[in-house]
């Protein structure tokens, strides 16, 4: 540039200028990489050719490189590759026992070769053991080793076994030099999708399931299998729903759906169709939708009858009903304020039927609206339900309860129940039924609380739940009538007798009088508990038991139509032989006419002529209500003793003069209003010794008579109706329908 006269580049901006050097801390220039070296010229020529020379490009700073630890950990950054598979997860045994026999570094190359390693007589060490942990050993030590630590103590997922694993392989914090150390940690697994390290199995388990769960199960290292949808279609009742993996399983999954419920969902459809009989249309509430279910079934058997809301507050849940409604053909609306889509149904079918779906709290939509017919299912107890349920419950409607808190009904958890339902409790031979009678003591005092009484419909206690049907009467005097049949039980802890309380303010000087044993006389200490308080009416109401059943009939759902007959007979405390059947249907139901109580008013005010009814009908079928409780026939056998066959004993208590019948709350069971102390003798007169080995005809000598009183007449009766209903029935074909169609909950012999 000297040469050509061209002034040098200056300060100022412009197309020729360069930025100055970058100056260090200390204040001297930085040289670039690709600078050349000045030449050895010297003067003030070489100085300025020097200056006038371009700078070169300014180069980034090369890469620190990383500790051989961090690269080892698999934590690469997002362009690196992703981590391999750890050496604890593996296929089979024996790619265990091959990766045994292998030095560090072979086992790789050896794999990928499909090659046998060379098993020698050398020792080895465990390579998932540390060196102080395992020593090495020679190879049969070291294969049981594997197979009784490593195996064995696994965690299994498609197809592959993550062993666990003792080797130091989370990182520590890096040192004053800036490498990363491995820390000597326990024992602990890898995870196959994610390469993360935990430590206990239990949690290995929990984090593969929530993989499972999230729809995380793709691999690198598995082999992708075919394709599956990540829903599973279930069928019950004509009715298809869509269910996700985990449906089993209430705390890890949004859809939660129990086929074990099936029997409880079919009494409660039959509960809503008697309903539906009775008014027309009716609007119907399932406060804990979860996959829906339930009102599905209702909308797709009850059609016009019913206007079904489903309900959950869980918005995974809302989405899976609203697939569901779809997959059957339904129509859905999402609030009340919305009009129905147009959405295509499928298949071309113009489907009137159309089901509401809401997301609320179950205590917000039934403080908001008001229903005809309210099903209760939450997880675990219902209890915090029960005042909004009743608070805009309609006149004369029904509200359902399943309770699933059976560890403290059934008096497991002893303070839970205390906690929850206020009443003091111990494990009794009859403690399903005392179960029954806690939630329905519940209800009562709910209902009262809100001006309303109850009529108790229905109260089944099985394995997995207890379930609760009750109708509302609006009033205060139905509430006060409600509110004083909850009362104490007093409860003989040595021979199991029970009687409630008198309905008295007054505190008694000797309450061990109310009972009919005497065993405060003659065993030491206090023998009585009181237990409660307890529902102390009727917990069935026989024609409303009849329709069920009736209905059942009619939707086919054969799996109910042996617990009612049950439910029938034990409500009328009497036995199945005496259960009259049908020509058409199979059996005869003597139904009151409900024509006067088609139309109910909605409002606030009661239709006198419809209260007027139903409390006509209600004291016709709690005319005969049936006895409290009931025994356990082999709680009280004696030792030594062949008992009689159980129908065979209830024909003696029914001779005896005493009403008798089965109970579905225990299948030995024995519902009778006779006495423990008669219940005993009756039990010792029919029963035959060990060593006779057969049931003799007569009964056996006592030194205690059996004390029958103004009971014979009574009896009379009974033989004289026996002999009337074999009469009737010569040809033997309703003899032979029940021995056939006997219930399976009595069928104990």
């Not at 419950?393 to 205390?418: C, E, F, M, P, W």
């Not at 609380?449 to 089944?460: D, S, T």
């Not at 009416?537 to 024609?543: D, I, K, P, S, Y």
């Amino acid at each position: 540039r000297a040469a050509s006269g061209r002034p040098p580049p200056g300060p100022g901006p412009g197309p020729a200028s360069h930025p100055p050097p970058r100056r260090r801390r200390n204040g001297s220039a930085r040289l670039g990489a690709g600078r050349l070296s000045p030449s050895p010229r010297s003067g003030p020529e070489s100085d300025r050719s020097l200056l006038l020379a371009p700078p070169p490009p300014v180069l980034p700073p090369p890469r620190r490189a990383r500790p051989a630890a961090q690269r080892r950990s698999g934590k690469c950054r997002r362009r690196s590759a992703p981590p391999q598979k750890h050496i604890s997860i593996q296929r089979q045994l024996a790619e265990l026992e091959k990766l045994a026999d292998l030095n560090e570094g072979e086992f790789t190359l050896a794999v990928s070769q499909n090659t046998d390693l060379h098993v020698t007589d050398e020792k080895k060490p465990c390579p998932l053991c540390p060196e102080e942990k395992f020593k090495a050993c020679y190879g049969h030590k070291l294969h049981r080793h594997l197979q009784n630590l490593h195996w064995k103590i696994s965690v299994e997922f498609e197809g592959y076994r993550m062993c666990i694993c003792h080797l130091p392989c989370r990182l520590v914090k890096p040192n004053l030099v800036g490498d990363q150390t491995f820390s000597k940690m326990g024992a602990h697994y890898h995870c196959i999708i994610c390469s993360a390290t935990i430590a206990r199995r239990t949690d290995m388990i929990g984090h593969i399931n929530r993989h499972v769960n999230k729809g995380e199960t793709e691999s690198r290292f598995i082999t992708a299998p075919a394709p599956k949808s990540s829903h599973e279609v279930l069928k019950e009742s004509d009715t298809d729903v869509q269910v996700l993996p985990n449906y089993s399983t209430p705390q890890k999954t949004d859809s939660y759906f129990n086929p074990k419920m099936k029997l409880n969902r079919q009494l409660i459809f039959c509960a809503l169709a008697v309903l539906a009989e009775e008014r027309k249309p009716i609007e119907c509430l399932d406060a804990f939708g979860a996959t829906g279910i339930m009102g599905l079934q209702w909308a797709k058997h009850l059609r016009s009858s019913v206007k079904v809301t489903i309900n959950d507050c869980n918005e995974n849940s809302v989405t899976m009903i609203q697939e569901n409604c779809h997959l059957n053909k339904m129509k859905v609306k999402l609030n009340a304020k919305e009009e129905d889509n147009d959405e295509a149904l499928g298949g071309g079918e113009q489907n009137t039927d159309t089901i509401e779906v809401t997301k609320m709290d179950a205590n917000v939509i039934m403080h908001m609206r008001s229903f005809d017919f309210i099903h209760l299912d939450p997880f675990g107890t219902s209890v915090n339900y029960l005042d909004s349920a009743f608070r805009n419950v309609r006149n004369l409607g029904i509200v359902s309860l399943t309770s699933t808190d059976i560890s403290s009904l059934y008096a497991k958890a002893q303070h839970v129940a205390l906690r929850h339902y206020g009443c003091n409790i111990v494990r009794t031979e009859y403690y399903k039924e005392l179960a029954a009678r806690i939630v329905i003591a519940a209800v009562a005092r709910a209902a009262a609380r809100c001006n309303k009484g109850i009529e108790v419909l229905l109260a089944v206690a099985l394995e997995h739940f207890v379930l609760v049907v009750v109708r509302v009467l609006r009033g205060p005097s139905p509430a006060d009538d409600s509110a004083k049949k909850v009362r104490y039980l007093i409860h003989c802890q040595w021979c199991e007798e029970r009687i409630f309380q008198k309905e008295s303010n007054m505190v008694e000087e000797n309450p061990y009088q109310q009972l009919p044993c005497d065993c405060h006389g003659s065993m030491p200490g206090k023998t009585a508990v009181v237990l409660g308080p307890l529902w102390s009416g009727a917990l069935f109401n026989t024609g409303f038991l009849r329709r069920m059943l009736f209905e059942a009939v009619q939707y086919g759902l054969d799996e109910t139509q042996p617990l009612l007959k049950t439910l029938v007979c034990e409500a009328e405390c009497t036995t199945l032989k005496n259960f009259s059947t049908h020509k058409e249907c199979g059996v005869y139901i003597k139904t009151p006419d409900t024509s006067a109580e088609s139309c109910v008013l909605h409002g606030k005010r009661k239709n006198n002529e419809v209260v007027r009814n139903a409390a006509k009908r209600q004291k016709s079928d709690n005319s005969a209500e049936h006895p409290a409780f009931y025994y356990n026939i082999h709680r009280h056998s004696i030792k030594g003793m062949n008992m009689p066959k159980l129908n065979k004993f209830l024909n003696y208590l029914s001779e005896a003069g005493y009403r008798v019948s089965r109970t579905h709350f225990d299948p030995m069971g024995v519902r009778t209003n006779a006495p423990l102390a008669q219940f005993k003798t009756i039990l010792v007169k029919y029963s035959t010794p060990t060593y006779t080995g057969g049931q003799a005809e007569g009964p056996l000598h006592l030194t205690e008579d059996v004390h029958m009183g103004d009971q014979v007449p009574a009896a009379a009766d009974g033989k004289a109706g026996d002999a009337e209903f074999l009469e009737d029935d010569k040809s033997g074909d309703t003899a032979t329908m029940f021995t056939n169609d006997c219930p399976t909950h009595c069928a104990a012999d």
